[in-house]
């Protein structure tokens, strides 16, 4: 039996009246990666942001691997396993790559306020571990400020890591990378998911990584869900070509 890491059932939001999420209901299991896509206003970043603590549903819930987690604050879920990448990069630029998974590492074990000083000792090994993964190990010591912007997207991947993510949210992973690059990142993403056992929960505007690296795809249109399922199926589904996809498409990208 697959193991659902997340379970949202009947996530609603209201702003001001207007129900911005109506009904949601979603699951990611252990080692899948799920892509939430949608038109501009369909809803996918509020709902991602009840799932993620930043809002507050005001009906349904949200289960992680069967606990009741609604409402809680996102240094509350981060503790409990969820990691989160975000569309601007969020590296520390004057701390070094290695630092900024150690400083990852060191929050994970309630250290924070006793490292720095002697960052360079502490958790070294298992952060260079943690750079392995994402392809940076040999960058561990150069300066955040000087990488490449698809290299800061790998290591805010491998901060994301360091907290041993059971659930890993990815809010617009690629944006702002060359092409080349967007592909890799979520082959990348994929492949530790598939491997490590963490589920993944996305949304993208690239089509092309959506189709390429999607297990299961949930298409919201006002609020709700349109359609769901593999890629294969999603492409062909006549209302979500009409609704969303149409040139996107061809293009590869929808904005």
């Known amino acids: 039996m697959i193991e659902k890491v997340l379970e949202a059932e009947g996530l609603v939001k209201r702003f001001q009246g207007v129900e911005a999420v109506r009904g949601v209901n979603l699951s990611v299991a252990a080692g899948e990666a799920v892509a939430l896509i949608g038109p501009n206003g369909a809803g996918k970043t509020t709902c991602f942001n009840m799932i993620g603590g ?34 601007i990069t969020a590296a520390f630029a ?12 060191n929050a994970k074990a309630g250290r924070v306020g006793r490292v720095f000083g002697r960052m360079s000792a502490a958790f070294r090994a298992e952060a260079d571990a943690v750079l392995d993964r994402v392809g940076m190990r040999f960058e561990a010591d150069r300066p955040c400020a000087i990488l490449a912007y698809g290299d800061l997207k790998r290591i805010e991947l491998a901060i994301a890591l360091a907290g041993s993510p059971k659930l890993l949210l990815m809010d617009e992973p690629t944006a702002g990378m060359a092409p080349g690059e967007r592909v890799q990142l979520m082959a990348l993403a994929a492949s530790l998911a598939k491997r490590d056992g963490i589920a993944v929960l996305f949304t993208e505007h690239d089509m092309d990584v959506v189709f390429a690296h999607a297990d299961r795809i949930i298409v919201l249109d006002r609020g709700s869900v349109l359609a769901e399922g593999p890629p294969d199926k999603i492409k062909a589904d006549p209302i979500v070509r009409a609704v969303y996809l149409g040139a996107g498409l061809a293009s590869g990208t929808v904005r």
């Open 94 to 105: 004057s701390m070094t790559v290695r630092e900024n998974v150690q400083l990852a590492l």
């Open 54 to 87: 930043q809002l507050k549903p005001d009906a349904g819930c949200a289960r992680l691997e069967g606990a009741d987690v609604t409402g809680m604050t996102p240094r509350r879920l981060w503790r409990r396993g969820v990691g989160r990448t975000f569309q």
